[in-house]
């Protein structure tokens, strides 16, 4: 299996600096766009766990639009082949001291890169 192809580590950032940009701008359609449709996507996040693409859905239709900016650091993307990926980032909040950590797992669809397994943590202060 070849890993980090040039290319696809290019597309894969592409895609993920997308995802960023919808989500500190509460892009919902976007958001929704990138995360799989399909009952066995997983989303775990700070203080929620999402079964299945309509829970996640529901979640970011229903997520405050508040307090998103964020700077993101430490970002880890790698991909096998070329149709799979993971990305590790950390982040902080603007205005906060904590620390937290996102970590995804991407799928290439015929539709293009979908988010299939999510988790979102924080570090104590």
């Not at 989500?23 to 976007?30: E, G, K, P």
């Not at 449709?37 to 203080?47: A, C, E, L, M």
């Amino acid at each position: 299996m070849d890993i980090n192809l040039p290319e696809v580590v290019r597309e894969m950032t592409t895609v993920f600096m997308r995802y960023e940009q919808a989500l500190v701008s509460n892009d919902v359609a976007v958001l929704d766009e990138l995360f799989w449709n399909d009952p066995s996507t997983i989303r775990y996040g700070v203080t929620e766990n999402l079964y299945g693409y309509s829970a996640i859905e529901a979640f970011r239709s229903a997520r405050p639009s508040q307090g998103l900016a964020r700077e993101i650091f430490n970002t880890v993307i790698t991909t096998y082949g070329r149709d799979f990926a993971t990305a590790n980032t950390e982040f902080r909040r603007t205005g906060s001291q904590r620390t937290g950590r996102q970590s995804q797992t991407w799928m290439r669809t015929p539709a293009g890169w979908r988010v299939v397994s999510a988790h979102v943590s924080l570090l104590d202060a």
